[in-house]
């Protein structure tokens, strides 16, 4: 089937350790997007990449960092500068990154806490 | 970063009513699309708007890109209790857009 997948649904990491969110798509989308959802916050961009090899900051991306080698994956780190990281990850993809292409899909979701 | 301003925040209503949401902004977007996400899930893609005045079904669910394209609004007809969930808007002008999502609660 053809979809999203994020790994692990949960996790949990020590406080000041890089942690690694995965997210593989096999919908053949060029673009990819990771967002921070926190309670009564809605979505927030962190990260965004429109075409392999090429990412760039959305509105939070201070202490995390991402990396799009291939065009069905885009991990996530998060770092031990992100000072609040406890929350859920949504990865995305859509078809293209301009208009009007720009319906998003998204994974489960992995929700990270850090004691 | 740039909100949309979605209404009502949270909801509760019995199994049958129908409900109306909708999403306003001072900035005008190219694409309207609607989300649901359960709990613990990820969000699900309803409907998706490409033209102002346009008027898309999906099931019971209908919505409705505004004349001015400044608006959006998203209506579920005889609510059934797997409707609960949080509901998003977002708007797309150059780079997509979120609202901060209404909660609707069923009461079977």
């Known amino acids: 089937d053809g979809g999203i997948t994020q790994s692990p649904k949960y996790l949990f990491r020590k406080e000041g350790q890089n942690v690694t969110l995965s997210c593989e798509q096999n919908?053949?989308?060029?673009?990819m997007y990771w967002y921070r959802q926190d309670p009564g916050q809605g979505l927030r961009l962190i990260y965004y990449?429109?075409?392999?090899?090429?990412?760039q900051k959305g509105d939070i991306a201070e202490g995390y960092s991402v990396s799009r080698e291939k065009k069905e994956s885009f991990p996530l780190t998060v770092t031990s500068a992100q000072k609040n990281p406890t929350a859920f990850y949504l990865c995305?993809?859509?078809?293209?990154?301009?208009?009007?292409?720009?319906?998003?899909?998204f994974g489960p979701g992995t929700r990270l806490t850090v004691l | 970063g740039q909100q949309l301003n979605q209404s009502p925040q949270s909801m509760f209503i019995q199994e049958g009513e129908d409900v109306s949401m909708n999403c306003t902004s001072s900035?005008?977007?190219?694409?309207w699309l609607w989300y649901k996400q359960d709990p613990g899930e990820g969000p699900v893609l309803l409907i998706a708007l490409y033209k102002a005045g346009e008027l898309t079904s999906n099931g019971r669910l209908t919505a409705q890109f505004g004349i001015t394209r400044k608006d959006s609004f998203l209506n579920i007809s005889a609510s059934i209790p797997s409707d609960v969930g949080i509901y998003f808007c977002a708007g797309n002008n150059r780079k997509l857009i979120w609202g901060l999502g209404t909660s609707l609660g069923v009461n079977p």
């Open positions: 919908l053949n989308h060029d673009a």
């Open positions: 995305a993809s859509s078809l293209s990154g301009s208009t009007p292409y720009n319906e998003q899909f």
């Open positions: 900035s005008i977007f190219n694409t």
């Open positions: 990449s429109q075409i392999v090899n090429d990412f």
